[in-house]
Structure formats: C-alpha cells, structure tokens
T-cell receptor, first 114, second 114 residues
Framework: GAGVSQSPRYKVAKRGQDVALRCDPI?????LFWYQQALGQGPEFLTY????????KSGLPSDRFFAERPEGSVSTLKIQRTQQEDSAVYLC????????????FGSGTRLTVV | GENVEQHPSTLSVQEGDSAVIKCTYS??????FPWYKQELGKGPQLIID?????GEKKDQRIAVTLNKTAKHFSLHITETQPEDSAVYFC?????????????FGQGTILTVHP
C-alpha cells in the first residue's frame, strides 16, 4: 500500500481484557517497529522486527505485551489483561532497509482502558 | 541508555517569523538525528534528518544543525506559516545498533499565528 496502515484506529477495552493491534507495513519494507506514545509525550520504543525475526523486544513493558510478524509483513501487537496504564497510542513504523534509512509511521491505534 | 531533552515545550510565533527548537542527547555514540512533525490524530512524519558526519543540512525553509562536541542539535524553521503548526519531535538513534532504534524528545507544540 501507499503507507503504513494500522487497525483499529480506536480501541476501548475493559480492564483485564486482551487486545490485538494490527499493522500493515509498506510492501517490501524489511524493518518494522512498534512504539508507545502516552498523551503529551514522545514515542517510546517497544520492539523491532527484521523480516519475521524479532531482534529487539527490550522496550516491552511487561510479559503481558507480545508482538509477532510471522510472515515478515503484517505484524500484531497483543496486550493481555489490559491495565489502565496501557492507555496510549500505539504506533507502528516501517523502513525499507535493515540499516536505518528513515521510518514511515502509521497513524496509530489509540487504546483506552476503562 | 540514550536520553534526549527537548525545549521549549511550547513555542508561539507570528506568521513569517522564525522558530528554533533545541535538543540535547546523552549518548556520544548516537549518529543519526531525525526530526518529526506530528499533526493531530496522525503519526509522526519525518521532515528532515542529519547524520553525525555533517554539521548542517537545509531543505527549503527547514534546516537542522548538529554540534557533536556539545551533543546538541537544533531545528530551524524560517518564514513560518500557519500550516507549520504541529508538534515537533527530535530523536536520536543508538549508535550501537544497526537498525535505527530511536529515542525521542518530549515534543514542542508550535503554534503559528496568522
């Protein structure tokens, strides 16, 4: 596609529910990143994929967060047993090269946990 | 890890004036410094970037300067227009990785008054 697509755009979850957030990167982009952006803050790194390999998950806040990219294209970020502090915008970005060449971000999924 | 400080947090200018946003970073090994513009409800958009082997880069009304010794870099916007109003983020890449994991500043809300 023309850009990075994320779905859903908005998600409201009751505390304790599991959620799954989807990212469709730009076709052919090798690198895929997930970032978390709290209200009024800059994005914070969660995890990185090179094709299907998850090479860095050092930013995932807890073991309730899990990400996958099984075929090296679409990625899913899953949050189990959501808590209020998980409320944020989750941004996905992709990049053409394995060496850094500039990200293209999606519009994000705004998650609200009530 | 890397720490990026950005200021000011808000900046208000009249149309036609210049705007300057400054960032400092902590990791002397950081080697890539992009700037992103984020409009309401959208993901960050790359507007300009600079690598550590260059001291200044310009693209039309936008320029970025880098002082590696002092570990700071700045965004300069000249002849500001109302459509420049947005949140601007600086970022730095960790020099120890090959895939460009970014640390972002806290953001600057720029308002350009007609």
């Amino acid at each position: 596609g023309a850009g990075v697509s994320q779905s859903p755009r908005y998600k409201v979850a009751k505390r304790g529910q599991d959620v799954a957030l989807r990212c469709d990167p730009i076709s052919g982009h090798v690198s895929l990143f997930w970032y978390q952006q709290a209200l009024g803050q800059g994005p914070e790194f969660l995890t990185y994929f090179q094709n299907e390999a998850q090479l860095d998950k050092s930013g995932l806040p807890s073991d309730r967060f899990f990400a996958e990219r099984p075929e090296g294209s679409v990625s899913t970020l899953k949050i189990q047993r959501t808590q209020q502090e998980d409320s944020a915008v989750y941004l996905c970005a992709s990049s053409l090269e394995t060496r850094f060449s500039g990200y293209t971000f999606g519009s994000g999924t705004r998650l609200t946990v009530v | 890890g890397e720490n990026v400080e950005q200021h000011p947090s808000t900046l208000s200018v009249q149309e036609g004036d210049s705007a300057v946003i400054k960032c400092t970073y902590s990791d002397s090994a950081s080697n890539y410094f992009p700037w992103y513009k984020q409009e309401l409800g959208k993901g960050p958009q790359l507007i300009i970037d600079i690598r550590s082997n260059v001291g200044e880069k310009k693209d039309q009304r936008i320029a970025v300067t880098l002082n590696k010794t002092a570990k700071h870099f700045s965004l300069h916007i000249t002849e500001t227009q109302p459509e420049d109003s947005a949140v601007y983020f600086c970022a730095a890449s960790h020099g120890g990785t090959s895939y460009g994991k970014l640390t972002f500043g806290q953001g600057t809300i720029l308002t350009v008054h007609p």
